[in-house]
């Protein structure tokens, strides 16, 4: 088992149950080993249509529509934050952030490169 910690924001806390406290929640979960940031969003139950900007470790791991980093694989001590989709970006990341190698890469393969006022599915031409 892999043991993770996880803060929730926003209207989202509610899906940590007891330990929300209203606008946020912290739980210390244990994970079977090679558990995904995706099998963790699953196993809290949290729509993928209310999560937001989330965080591996303080990476940027994704926003709303951009997934690739559901596949990313949770170690033992990892802290993954996840917001609701309308929350706001973090003040602590208020000059940027540093991303995980998926999204990196999502970026880089979309057409618009990222830069884009909402991040929703684009249908290819």
């Known amino acids: 088992m892999t043991t993770i910690e996880v803060w929730l924001y926003g209207p989202i806390a509610r899906y940590a149950g ?3 406290q209203g606008s946020h929640a912290q739980l210390s979960l ?3 080993e090679k558990s995904t940031l995706g099998d963790l969003v699953d196993q809290l139950g949290i729509p ?3 999560r937001g900007i989330t965080f591996v470790n303080g990476n940027l791991a994704a926003l709303p529509g951009l997934e690739s980093s559901l596949s990313l694989v ?3 001590g990892d802290r993954v934050g996840i917001s609701h989709r309308k929350s706001m970006w973090p003040m602590q990341y208020r000059f940027g952030a540093q ?4 999204l990196e890469e999502e970026f ?3 057409k618009d490169r990222g830069v884009h006022h909402a991040y929703t599915k684009v249908e290819e031409e």
């Open 99 to 102: 991303i995980t190698p998926q």
């Open 108 to 110: 880089r393969q979309r």
């Open 30 to 32: 244990e994970i079977p």
């Open 74 to 76: 949770l170690g033992d």
């Open 18 to 20: 007891e330990a929300s």
């Open 48 to 50: 993928r249509d209310e």
